[in-house]
């Protein structure tokens, strides 16, 4: 039997004393939390309650006298892509095994992983449709549900238009069902269609594919065996990534690697490293160009690679020149002998690789950011090898999938963009009129036009409506798999939330979306499988694709997100242009029909040679595959492929392109997975080239630099012959009146990347990378102070950007920031946030697993002994941290720490359900309540986004806290 | 015949906690038992290490000595199993355990705890070989399935070994070796009177 703690009582009884020596005496922050929850069991044994024998009377032991079924799925939580291996016996899933074969996890799991059976069992998961009703939860059929929401949105767009309605997607979606929903939110009629990774690594999308042409990590987990240097910066591993520790902690001992954690706290992973080196929060850019000045100044650089390879290093060197160590040391803190030896070692000791995580990510300047730390890696020439790269560790198990699948505002599956012919392409393969699909929209402006992020949806239901560049303010809400306490600012979130005409939340848990808000009416909650239960492929960080089968049927009155998204579109009128070219059983979407409209149709990110036959093959034969170069071995029906078919995946799945393990890599053929830098943004600027000189991929028959494969530069070289016939004849459908215009990534024939592959090319080109990236703001990055920081002295210096307008609103940034003058005095601590292993997210899921919540029963903030000195704090007292705007409080326990500096506090963001004091725990619906609620973090975090993809700061703001 | 040990490297220990929730998952253990469990010392200091505790199978296991209703006995294996059916919940196995790895499931009046529960290695009890009734009263008994703790498996850097002494203390040199530090196998002197150099 579980035993719950009971709501806000006292938590000291006698069993709490008893235990008390278990961890040795040493204060540690699962000690102070675990002697919480005995006392909590405590006070249950004194009411006679005891805990019972081992096992629950309905619990799922495997029967050795029936047969057992083995099914391969993957881990739901975090982007490694751990294969899970279920056992299931009558339907159920009683067992969970090592996944040996798999060359990711090779058999092991983190504490999320490994516990993920208890999703399928689900005690606290949504069983049934629900809505608000004055108030009360109610019952009610999926028919029913499905009826009423697409009455109200069929109104909503009548009175408001398409735009009024927010979809939000999700990171745990497959790839499949990312799809659906960006092609369900484009048939609707607007680009506002979101998910996670606007708020985890948006910043990494865009501000990476501005460098090197793709947003994503380079390399692979497993690549990071081959590193010498680990730099590791603004990311935690060890608890967000734990799986991930296996290959870089092989790699540093096998290679005896330098495994250095730049942070401004020192981190589970920090207890790792060779070095660590403490940083401001927020002082990235100038932390990387301390590096720089040093490698620079000694010569350290990689001359060749930048010759060859790199555009702009000429700006990034006048940047960096103002970088003397001095002025490091006054800005970041770092003391110069320590930047150097850094520099040095990461610039000499090679192959080099640079991991970054959401403390790069998630700051107004994360585009920057993200360039900066690219930079470093392009000066020292750490790219396109083995044990190089950006190793980008992305956050939840498909984020990468569902973004690369276009739930984004700002564009359509596969980065087409959003312009006419990103439109005309996906019209073609969805074989829907162009013009039908225009007149679906508002206007054609608004369908070329970016739509509201989720970090901003609030702002356009509150804002005047002059303020937001659309019909009308946003009036509905379709939440799918996405908590509500994930973006900053959470009382005005709540605010807007309340004003809704509509919210659907549909997800296997209420979320605290169902509990957050005083809302009465207008609020449904549908129950959703987990990724446990249905079929389709996730796309891991590294670019692999992992196909897997459901363990069990979807549970309780529990729906796909196929059948979810078939079902809308059923009823909002459009299901038969939706599914012409899909598949349907029944009322629920084939995945593999899907998937293989995606393999005709996202041909710019090479999303089209992994066919489901292919994939499901590899997740036969994992145990074939090669543990550091993820190589299918000689004499196996996978040799020489890839595992995962990691994109890009050239042509169609006949051509049989085995997948690229590493981006950019010229030292391979591009038919065994070379590349190039990416020719996206011309081919000279200010009379400089930005194509490669004298760079190239192995085997190719262009020893230089060349742009993009077109119709018009396949004529040029004489090639254009080479098209057969009918590649020729739907070349010249799609052209039109123009077919030199048709590119490779809009000829659906596949023909010209056959061609340019034939001759040894890359089709998108082979070009420099960028240091100077002139289409963005701050071409080359340039340090900037947190909208709210306590260097008030600096702000002169490193203002914050302009005031400006984005994504449909305004954006400020420098007015805001002129605040810190006034609130840093009674705010002096910097805020920062973070990953614990046990949780995910926004943390429902986890917090309702009984085996991660008993590990983790206290939201907490990290405070220094210092600041806790001085205000009295004592170890597991509960404190309140304020925050500077709206008079946002949280209370929560106090953890006293050396992990973070004097004048810094760390929280974690994965919890919910208390509301600055208040426990809400009855507001969820019955039975449906986390085990482990808490405050949540973000309700004190401040206003700041990044100017390119309105990514929210989470990792810097101001504080205070005070004994509650 | 093998000498079964486990061995937690930690060096490489992260606290990830998946042995714990791996051993929560086999064997069903509920809220307040904790089999195993991570703890980490210098918590947020430089020098900071974590380490997996459970039972560790001693050699001459001190419990055993101790219980006055002799309820342990040591399998072929060289794994320290407990009959509950013999237990009296006195709790000197508790005091004499050198790794506080004897759980109790329950506080009562007049000290009452209920019987010990424990890490078995995945071994289950005394009861049949994978009946029901040995998973209801021990858990999961891998071993006899030919398989090992689900701990040391699933370890997420493979920090946790288990299985034959010899094997795992070879594995664990040859690590400290390759990388050239360790700090030893830490517990070993006590629960088995031998370190992995011996």
């Not at chain 1, 540093?252 to 942070?263: G, L, P, S, W």
């Not at chain 1, 690679?305 to 020149?321: P, S, T």
């Not at chain 1, 530069?713 to 009146?737: F, M, Q, S």
């Not at chain 2, 937690?8 to 469990?37: F, H, L, M, Q």
């Amino acid at each position: 039997m579980l035993i719950k703690r009971s709501e806000g009582k006292a938590a000291r009884q006698r069993l709490s004393s008893t235990y008390q020596g278990l961890s040795g005496g040493g204060l540690d922050r699962r000690a102070f939390l675990r002697q919480a929850g005995l006392g909590g069991a405590g006070l249950a044994a004194l009411g006679g309650l005891g805990l019972g024998t081992v096992r629950p009377a309905a619990a799922g032991a495997t029967d050795f006298g029936q047969p057992v079924q083995r099914i391969k799925n993957i881990c739901t939580h975090c982007s490694v892509g751990c294969t899970v291996v279920a056992e299931v016996q009558n339907g159920v899933w009683v067992g969970q095994e090592p996944a040996w074969d798999s060359p990711i996890n090779r058999g092991t799991h983190c504490a999320k992983g490994a516990s993920v059976r208890e999703l399928t069992h689900g005690d606290r998961r949504l069983k049934y449709p629900l809505k608000l009703v004055d108030g009360q939860w109610q019952r009610l059929s999926w028919d029913q549900a499905i009826e009423e929401i697409g009455e109200k949105l069929l109104e909503i767009r009548r009175k408001s238009g398409p735009d009024s309605v927010f979809w939000l997607g999700s990171a745990k979606f497959s790839n499949e069902g990312a799809y659906l929903m960006r092609k369900l939110a484009a048939f609707w009629g607007t680009n506002t269609i979101d998910h996670q990774a606007r708020i985890c690594h948006s910043t990494t999308v865009a501000g990476v594919a501005n460098v090197f042409g793709y947003g994503a990590q380079t390399n692979s987990y497993n690549d990071i065996r081959n590193s010498r240097s680990i730099i590791i910066m603004g990311g935690n591993p060890a608890e967000a990534h734990p799986v991930a520790m296996q290959h870089v902690l092989s790699g540093k001992e096998m290679n005896r690697a330098n495994m250095i954690v730049i942070d401004p706290r020192f981190t589970r992973t920090a207890a790792h490293a060779t070095e660590y080196v403490r940083i401001r929060p927020g002082t990235d850019i100038p932390v990387i160009w301390g590096l720089l000045w040093h490698i620079f100044e000694n010569g350290w650089e990689d001359k060749e690679f930048i010759r060859q390879r790199v555009y702009g290093m000429d700006d990034v060197r006048r940047e960096v020149a103002k970088w003397h160590p001095a002025e490091v040391l006054r800005v970041t803190g770092v003391p110069e002998a320590q930047l150097k030896r850094v520099a040095q070692i990461f610039a000499t000791q090679k192959p080099s690789t640079l991991i970054w995580c959401m403390g790069a990510t998630q700051k107004t300047v994360g585009t920057a950011n993200v360039r900066a730390f690219s930079i470093l890696l392009m000066a020292t020439g750490n790219l396109g090898a083995p044990g190089t790269g950006a190793n980008i560790f992305r956050g939840h198990t498909n984020v990468q999938g569902a973004t690369d699948l276009g739930l984004d505002v700002t564009t359509l599956p596969a980065y087409y963009g959003i312009d006419e012919n990103a439109w005309r392409h996906w019209c073609r393969v969805w074989d829907v009129p162009y013009e039908w699909m225009v007149s679906r929209f508002a206007s054609k402006a608004l369908m070329e036009t970016p739509g509201i992020p989720t970090t901003r949806w609030f702002d356009a239901v509150l804002l005047p409506k002059e303020q937001v560049q659309q019909p009308d303010l946003l009036k509905a809400m379709i939440a799918v798999g996405h908590g509500g306490n994930t973006v900053s600012r959470m009382p005005e979130a709540i605010k807007g939330m309340e004003k809704l005409e509509l919210l659907v939340v549909a997800d296997p848990h209420p979320t605290n979306m169902s509990s957050m808000s005083d809302r009465r009416n207008g609020t449904y909650l549908l129950p959703m499988s987990t990724q446990f239960e249905c079929a389709g492929s996730r796309t891991a960080s590294n670019r692999s694709l992992q196909w897997y089968e459901p363990v069990v049927k979807p549970i309780f009155e529990s729906k796909t997100d196929y059948e979810l998204l078939y079902r809308l579109a059923e009823k909002l009128g459009f299901a038969q242009e939706m599914f012409k070219t899909i598949e349907v059983r029944g009322k629920e979407p084939v995945a593999e029909s899907i998937l293989r409209e995606i393999n005709r149709g996202a041909i710019s990110t090479g999303y089209s040679g992994q066919s489901p036959e292919r994939l499901k093959l590899h997740m036969q034969h994992q145990a074939d595959f090669d543990v550091v170069t993820l190589r299918g071995k000689a004499g196996t029906p996978v040799a020489g492929e890839t595992y995962g078919l990691p994109w890009p995946c050239w042509g169609t799945p006949e051509m049989k392109h085995p997948g690229s393990h590493i981006l950019y890599n010229t030292h391979l053929h591009v038919k065994e997975g070379g590349g190039t830098f990416r020719a996206r943004f011309g081919v000279e600027r200010n009379g400089q080239t930005l194509l490669a000189e004298g760079s190239y991929s192995k085997g190719s028959e262009i020893t230089d630099g060349y742009p993009e494969f077109t119709v018009a530069v396949l004529k040029k070289l004489g090639w254009y012959d080479e098209l057969t016939e009918r590649e020729k004849e739907i070349i010249a459908r799609i052209g039109g009146n123009d077919p030199d215009r048709v590119s490779w990534s809009t000829d659906l024939s596949f023909g010209i990347i056959r061609v340019a592959m034939e001759h040894g090319c890359v089709p998108y080109g082979n070009a420099k990378a960028r240091g100077n990236a002139w289409n963005l703001p701050d071409p080359v990055p340039v340090h900037r102070e947190p909208i709210y920081t306590p260097r008030t002295d600096l702000l002169a210096e490193y203002p914050a950007i302009d005031d400006r307008r984005g994504f449909r609103m305004p954006h400020l940034a420098k007015s805001v920031q002129l605040r810190s003058n006034t609130v840093a005095r009674s705010f002096p601590i910097v805020l920062t946030s973070g990953r614990l292993v046990e949780y995910e997210g926004g943390g429902e899921e986890t917090r309702s697993n009984k085996w991660l919540a008993e590990l983790q029963q206290d939201m907490f903030v990290e405070i220094n002994t210092a600041d806790a000195a001085e205000r009295g704090i004592r170890e597991g007292q509960f404190v309140w941290v304020d925050g500077p705007e709206n008079g946002a409080k949280v209370k929560v326990k106090a953890l006293v720490t050396e992990r973070v500096a004097k004048g810094v506090a760390f929280m974690p963001y994965h919890f919910g359900g208390w509301w600055q004091g208040e426990d809400r725990r009855r507001h969820y619906p019955p039975g449906t309540d986390p085990i482990v609620l808490g405050e949540s973090a973000n309700t004190v975090t401040t206003y700041g986004y990044d100017p390119v993809t309105a990514m929210q700061e989470t990792k810097v703001t101001l504080c205070q806290i005070r004994a509650a | 015949m093998a000498r079964m040990k486990f061995l937690c490297d930690s060096d490489r220990c992260i606290e990830c906690n998946a042995c714990v929730t791996a051993c929560k998952n086999e064997n069903e253990v509920p809220w307040g038992i904790n089999r195993r469990r991570v703890i980490t010392l210098n918590d947020g200091k430089p020098g900071e290490r974590s380490i997996s505790m459970a039972c560790m199978h001693c050699t001459d296991a001190p419990c055993a000595a101790v219980c006055p209703v002799s309820c342990f006995y040591t399998t072929a294996d060289a794994i320290v199993l407990h009959d509950k059916d013999l237990c009296i919940g006195c709790g000197y196995c508790f005091y004499a355990c050198p790794f506080g790895a004897p759980q109790f499931p329950k506080v009562g009046n007049f000290g009452g705890r209920g019987k010990m529960d424990k890490c078995t290695y995945c071994a289950a009890g005394p009861e049949q070989d994978n009946s029901a009734a040995e998973y209801a009263q021990y858990g999961a008994n891998r071993i006899a399935e030919g398989k090992l703790p689900l701990c040391a498996e699933m370890c997420s850097t493979k920090a946790l070994l288990a299985g034959d002494g010899d094997i795992i203390a070879s594995i664990y040199k040859e690590r400290v070796q390759t990388r050239g530090y360790g700090a030893g196998a830490w517990g070993w002197r006590t629960a088995y009177r031998e370190t992995v150099d011996a």
